[in-house]
């Protein structure tokens, strides 16, 4: 059984390989018409399309999930014309495939450029988000890449269905339809087969919680880009403008908290303490937020009567994804930067601050994706950064960091192109 | 004992990431000065260093080693002077450090730029060679890194007496002297721990041969850059330059036999083969070179009297790294570059040609990290590429590709500065 997976997993992969040497010599305008044709494609499967989700949604229910589940896994109708109309923002993005970055006449006689060009094949593992399966393969294939593909085993169904559609647009154009695939079984050992793939696959992107972020970690034979785990902070800084603080502040934990980017953890100067937890309890308490607090900010909460947990080394590195927020009371900004050096993620980190010098110290001392003033951690997001398109947010530091764009999904190769030049 | 290994190992970590942190925030003439003092520290040492040195060179000899093995590992007073001159070419290198890639004002009010930041802490794995400690660390430094050095247990006592003048320079310039840590044991284990190191490692580089590369693969949990592996090849086209290409081929295969870059196989289209190869094998042999190849190329060779052995699959993926060659005839271009797609090591390949249509074709399905028309495989080096400094040389597509200069020692963050601006 083991071995038939391999066998399985290597299969996929050399079909993925030379499907990609067929993406790479595409232009722009074939790759625009081929994202065309697989919108027409899911448009045209529509039903069957559906159907198999309905399928899936029913499995889901039979075994029990939880409504925010089955509420994720669905696509009905309308959210299907969403992620239709979403590959019409894809085609009109500008192709980074093909630049040349720079090109040189060196004192050898070598004409040197770095042309951009596909990363090749690419391994995407997600969850149970049917969406996904179509955002994922029109930005490879947008970007002359081949896919393979693993989604969350309950919308396998729907999966099968939306990537056969898009295998029918890709052989409509004359294109192999193994530059689109999907691992068709629910088998935990696959994922454990593709990361270590290397021969065939040039990147894996794990959307997914922190155990897969930690298993592709290490498990991965291959370059994994690890993200989406966003413990995220705002320090209040002595110098902080209270009231509009205390905006941005819930901008960053309610607007959508959910999300990567929402905030964790408040750090607040000692110094303005006083002054603006009180008004903060008050603020979030009414839009519905629940605290853990260090001691200062337990004082605080309790003179108002307002309920605050104890804050523990745990709860300090907990991602919330939820209406909760930490609270620390810090007596400086070196302790506010140490204490994000302990718990963040590397995702999302600001100051608050009317100060040039605590903002420029701040900025440079803090070392995540990204790094604000005076701004909500909510930013953090491609659309937001105006990149057009999002595959991931990258926490690491190599290749691409922060929210991706479809340059991420591409590297250069050396061209040099002498005259039967030897080297002296 | 390997818990002992572990809370050593974390110990360097966080010392290092401690550094890192001063180092970030160092300008460029601050770093340009702690080069200096460097240079000047390891000339202060120069008698200590060269004793250490010939300590490890005696203890080689007394283990039996190889002439060539106790020839990389010497370190006299006139390669200590080329390593302490090589210092002053970085010095004079810009630093890439503290640009801003790209500054924009988004329409939800955020100034948002790229900056670019050192990577943090970079760990590196590589042999008996006393020059790399040296090397590495002032790139390292150069770039506002700190390093956690691994050489190889024959230079121990070098690397201990170079570290040792590379830390007192550091103090001497009031800066951590953690900014550079050697690993003071030859416990195997301490790589595999190094590996998995990945809360205070930034980014792992091996420099050493194909187990070295392997083990990174499979066992680091931190961003590994793989590389140094060079199967190369040359594809000499139908419509070649025959005395031209001999030329190039030969170049590529004899200039430097021992490198990564050196040529390992050629590949003859076979209407020029009964042009070329008797002329190839002729002018090769007179340089010393030895043969293997297909019948093809055989047959030619026997009608020759020039000794060569059959090729087989596991000849063709060899790195000689000395003065043998493999020869391939192939029926077509795409046949070359399918024999190039199954044994390449992704390091450098070329074609020799005249005609157009072939180069491009060449250009744009050669998946390797430098592809050259009519040029040598040689080129493929920091130096020869305009680059200043060699890191090493990534054979792997993310983050660099190639050969590695000073940016590959850095990253971005994203800053965003607003005015107390929430999302919408």
Not at 125 to 134: C, D, G, Q
Not at 356 to 369: G, T
Request: charged residues 20%; hydrophobic residues 45%.
């Amino acid at each position: 059984m083991i071995e038939n997976n391999q066998q399985y997993l290597i299969q996929l992969g050399q079909q993925a390989k030379q499907a990609s040497y067929s993406l790479a010599s595409l232009t722009g305008a074939e790759k625009q018409a081929l994202l065309s044709q697989i919108a027409s494609s899911l448009e045209a499967n529509r039903a069957t399309i559906i159907e198999a989700n309905m399928r899936d949604v029913a499995m889901a229910k039979d075994n029990g999930l939880n409504e925010a589940m089955i509420d994720r896994l669905l696509l009905n109708d309308e959210r299907l014309s969403g992620v239709i109309a979403d590959i019409d923002n894809v085609i009109n993005l500008a192709d980074p495939v093909g630049t040349e970055l720079e090109s040189q006449l060196l004192d050898n006689g070598l004409r040197l450029s770095r042309r951009r060009v596909p990363l090749g094949v690419i391994g995407v593992i997600y969850e149970a988000r049917p969406n996904v399966t179509v955002d994922i393969a029109v930005l490879a294939l947008k970007t002359g890449n081949a896919v393979i593909l693993r989604g969350g085993k309950e919308t396998l169904q729907s999966n099968l269905a939306l990537s056969a559609a898009i295998r029918d647009a890709l052989t409509q154009q004359g294109l192999p339809a193994d530059a689109v695939q999907l691992i068709q079984s629910a088998d935990r050992a696959l994922v454990s087969g593709l990361l270590k793939l290397d021969r065939y696959v040039d990147m894996i992107v794990p959307r997914g919680g922190q155990h897969l972020q930690r298993l592709c970690a290490e498990q991965a034979t291959i370059p994994v880009i690890l993200g989406g785990i966003g413990i995220c902070h705002l320090y209040a800084d002595k110098d902080a403008d209270i009231a509009k603080s205390i905006d941005v502040i819930a901008n960053a934990k309610v607007q959508r908290p959910t999300v990567c980017n929402a905030l964790d953890t408040v750090l607040v100067h000692e110094s303005i303490a006083e002054a603006l937890l009180p008004q903060l309890y008050t603020h979030l308490c009414a839009l519905g937020v629940t605290f853990y607090g260090c001691q200062g900010a337990q004082v605080i909460a309790n003179k108002l009567g307002v309920a605050i947990s104890k804050a523990t080394e745990e709860t300090y590195g907990n991602e919330w994804l939820a209406l909760t927020l930490g609270i620390k009371v810090v007596s400086d900004i070196d302790t506010a930067i140490e204490h994000i050096r302990t718990y963040s993620s590397g995702h999302s980190e600001g100051i608050l601050t009317d100060n040039i010098h605590a903002s420029a110290h701040f900025l440079n001392q803090v070392d995540s994706a990204a790094v604000y003033v005076n701004a909500s951690t909510r930013f953090t997001d491609g659309g937001q950064f105006g990149l057009g398109a999002e595959v991931a947010v990258s926490t690491q530091k190599l290749h691409a960091r922060g929210p991706m764009g479809l340059e991420a999904l591409t590297t250069y190769k050396w061209i040099g192109v002498g005259d039967y030049t030897a080297r002296s």
